[in-house]
């Protein structure tokens, strides 16, 4: 039997989230069989942009192994969020009272991304291939097998579609899609500040669109600026100054100077939801199963929260792609899921609105008060109950 026939898991995907699904199979002590993962071992990613993960998955990722394989001075934890809008009112975001928790830590893609690697390298035997365009499905005897355009076959008892947004497989698997967003375009990169970001992470609801301002270990700012397609257009025209000029004026000066690190990259958004998250034999994950907007820094943390929901199913039963266990992996996750994707659409859309009689301004210096309904919004965005210490 080949590996390519002999696998329990297959996973497809070379993003972070099927890195992950790769090692917590593996830590299941199933045959993994990695379409992609050539990929993930040879890239030396020049990614700029900046995660702000969550409790719940630094949790993860401490268990996983891999948070101790991120170099510490590479991380930055932040206790606050500050929000705030162009024509005014703002609303400031802190952990619950409870002693020792954080909002959640700044990790450089790149940084997670050699994490991953050198866990997954240290983790035991997995087949890596490489990536291939899946253009069949078949479920038989157990087993589901999936050909490549290349006339390629390979079979497992389950597949983790960890394509992204952009792969076939979800469509294979005959899972409707919902598109919530006509296309944006975020414009990602590093910036110094003239005044020092105190580990605060802020987000600027510029007239443009949102802007995040994230704290970085080395002291520089990462930023995400989401705007209209012709508008991405010309500000990367502008080149890095006038680019870091354009930020200062939309940030309104909040972090002094902006002065360039490096060039921007820019990433298409597509906000999208898939309507099942499994099929016989086939489980969605991440950004395959649905893709936010990045102004919440909610996209991975979300996959993450899958993986949690997968892990018993990867380590504990007998047959990992039995449907009963999928189905229960859709009910748990699927009310989160419509949630966390309608519930942030709505919310940027409300806080992108222009304002222009000041009520939105009142209305948020009101709720800045209710520390209550603030509580509740950390809590959502945090993850489940962690006893996460700094
Ligand atoms: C600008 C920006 C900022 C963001 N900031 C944050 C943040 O602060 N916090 C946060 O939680 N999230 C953030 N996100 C979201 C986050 O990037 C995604 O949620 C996350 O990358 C999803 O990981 P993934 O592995 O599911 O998918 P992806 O990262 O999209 O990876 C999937 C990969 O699989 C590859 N692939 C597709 N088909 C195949 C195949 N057949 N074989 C092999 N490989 C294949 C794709 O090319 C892709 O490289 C941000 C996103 C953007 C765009």
Known sequence: MSPEDGADVLVVGDGPIAASAALIALRGRRRVLWLGGE???????????????????????????????????????????????????????????????????????????????????????????????????????????????????????????????????????????????????????????????????????????????????????????????????????????GLAQRLSEASAGLLGRLTPEGPPASFPLVIQRRLRLVAPRLVLLGDAARTVH?????????GFRDLLALEPLLKNAPDPGAWVLLRRYERRRYPEDALAVAGLETLRRLLSRPDPWGMRARALDLLDRAECLKGLFVRLAIGPETSLPP
């Open 294 to 302: 990045p102004f919440a820094g909610q996209g991975l943390n979300l």
């Open 39 to 241: 990929e993930q071992a040879s890239s030396s990613s020049d990614d700029p942009r900046l995660f702000a993960l969550a409790p719940s998955s630094i949790e993860l990722l401490r268990r996983l192994g891999v948070w101790a394989e991120i170099p510490p001075d590479e991380v930055q934890l932040y206790e606050e969020m500050h929000v705030f809008w162009a024509e005014g009112g703002r609303l400031h975001f802190l952990p619950p009272t409870r002693r020792g928790m954080i909002l959640g830590a700044m990790v450089p893609a790149v940084s997670l991304r050699r994490g991953l690697e050198r866990t997954l390298a240290a983790a035991g035997a997995l087949i890596r291939r490489p990536r291939a365009v899946l253009v069949a499905r078949e479920v038989h005897a157990g087993r589901i097998s999936l050909r490549a355009e290349d006339g390629c076959a390979f079979r497992a008892r389950v597949v983790l579609d960890c394509e992204g947004r952009g792969g076939t497989l979800a469509d294979l698997a005959g899972s409707p899609r919902r598109l919530y967003e006509p296309r944006v375009r975020a414009i990602v990169g590093v910036v110094r500040s003239s005044l020092p970001h105190d580990g605060i992470a802020r987000q600027v609801f510029a007239r443009e669109g949102p802007l995040g301002l994230l704290p970085r270990a080395d002291g520089a700012l990462g930023y995400v600026w989401s705007v209209s397609e012709p508008l991405a257009r010309s500000l990367l025209a502008m080149g890095p100054e």
